[in-house]
Antibody
């Protein structure tokens, strides 16, 4: 049974850097792309970016200038850093596994999700 | 970015009802659509991918259809556990984008 376990700081001040990590337990790490997705309170879902085991990344252009996603294959973990946060970055952040029934030119759906981490940005 | 527009935003229904939720894409996305169910305080759960493929373990009362720009999620006979918010998502191109959600309420 594959599980995603995520953790990171839940309260930040404006201009600080958000940092979250997601660990993958019980399954293949190298066969998938791994994503971060966020959901502001009471609102919809926004894809942030993804990474695979070799470090290949794709980012949402709306956040690209502030986002870094990295991978540690020795620990089956991937991490998100979002710099210069503001109140608009307050959200539940999810890590998720990209589904494999896709085409070379498409992005991904998400078949496995972490529990989510609420990150609040407040002075 | 491709815009995904769901309708209705809210639907009220009773146990046993048949419910259909629609998602329209701002441009053709072939069959690259997924549907998710989300309950309060929980992560989304994948129901359908590639427009009509049922994710393993999802009850067969859930079905998806459509291609191009118009897609539907149908629940054939509502069960108490189905009252939740539903999201569509296109993955035809980057960035993947989600609809705004449809809240399914008990009538």
């Amino acid at each position: 049974q594959v599980q995603l376990q995520q953790w990171g700081a839940g309260l930040l001040k404006p201009s600080e850097t958000l940092s979250l990590t997601c660990a993958v337990y019980g399954g293949s790490f190298s066969s998938y792309y791994w994503s971060w997705i966020r959901q502001p309170p009471g609102k919809g879902l926004e894809w942030i970016g993804e990474i695979n085991h070799s470090g290949s990344t794709n980012y949402n252009p709306s956040l690209k200038s502030r986002v870094t996603i990295s991978v540690d294959t020795s620990k089956n973990q991937f991490s998100l850093k979002l710099s210069s946060v503001t109140a608009a970055d307050t959200a539940v952040y999810y890590c998720a596994r990209g589904g494999v029934d896709t085409a070379v030119v498409t992005s991904r759906y998400f078949d496995l999700w972490g529990r989510g981490t609420l990150v609040t940005v407040s002075s | 970015d491709i815009q995904m527009t769901q309708s209705p935003s809210t639907v009220s229904a009773s146990v046993g009802d048949r419910v259909t939720i629609t998602c329209r894409a701002s441009q053709s996305i072939s069959s690259w659509v997924a549907w998710y169910q989300q309950k309060p305080g929980k992560a989304p759960k994948l129901l359908i991918y590639k427009a009509s493929s049922l994710e393993s373990g999802v009850p067969s009362r859930f079905s998806g259809s459509g291609s191009g720009t118009e897609f539907t999620l149908t629940i054939s006979s509502l069960q108490p556990d189905d009252f939740a918010t539903y999201y569509c998502q296109q993955y035809n191109s980057y960035p993947g984008t989600f609809g705004q959600g449809t809240k399914l309420e008990i009538k």
